[in-house]
């Protein structure tokens, strides 16, 4: 399984941006869909962000349509989630995660629909 490590989550006021990393490990990371959650205190995990392998097609919840974009960089192994326009509303403990089937065309928006999962960074969005 992919493994996988995140970065650049911490604490900004609300109007502020930050830029989250996720460092893979693997050779095939270039055929695989990548896709970014967020847990709140006592909420369930939700969907935010998911890009599909060639980069070419992307998704977004839409509550961040506007303010998040999600990019991948395959020679690097990494997938980026850059947040402007940051919310109260937005803060959460961010994963990202990884496709289980390689090639795939659309772009999956469900946590099943992943199969290897980061550990996790908070972001706060303090107002």
């Known amino acids: 399984q992919v493994q996988l490590v995140e970065s650049g989550g911490g604490l900004v006021q609300a109007g502020g941006s930050l830029r989250l990393s996720c460092a893979a490990s693997g050779r095939t990371f270039s055929s695989y869909a990548m896709g970014w959650f967020r847990q709140a205190p006592g909420k369930e995990r939700e969907f935010v962000s998911a890009?599909?392998?060639?980069?070419?097609?992307?998704a977004l919840v839409d509550s961040v349509k506007g303010r998040f974009t999600i990019s991948r960089d395959n020679a690097k192994n990494t997938v980026y989630l850059q947040m402007d326009s940051l919310k109260p509303e937005d803060t959460a403990v961010y994963y990202c995660a990884a496709d289980r089937t390689p090639y795939r065309t659309a772009v999956p928006t469900t946590t099943s629909g992943f199969g290897s999962w980061g550990q996790g960074t908070q972001v706060t969005v303090s107002s």
């Open positions: 890009i599909n392998w060639s980069g070419s097609k992307t």
